[in-house]
């Protein structure tokens, strides 16, 4: 494994992309430019795609959806 850091690593105990960390052979160890690299795939695939299934995907996973409190 790299020595570069996780980009998920909170702290030595916890892990965003795990519910327990283990470090060791994880699938999800990505750095931080790889990170940001898959994110802008991810972002060019999703302006590929036709209009109503862009905004399908926007309403689903970038659009906060919590309720105020009032």
Do not use: G, W
């Not at 020595?3 to 795990?18: M, V």
């Not at 940001?36 to 970038?62: C, F, G, H, N």
């Amino acid at each position: 494994m790299s020595q570069d850091k996780c980009a998920f690593k909170i702290d030595n105990h916890k892990c965003s992309a795990l519910t327990k960390k283990e470090c060791m052979r994880c699938p999800f160890f990505k750095t931080e430019e790889e990170v940001k690299a898959s994110r802008e795939r991810a972002e060019l695939r999703r302006r590929s795609l036709p209009v109503s299934i862009q905004m399908d995907i926007t309403a689903k996973y970038y659009i906060n959806t919590e309720v105020n409190d009032q």
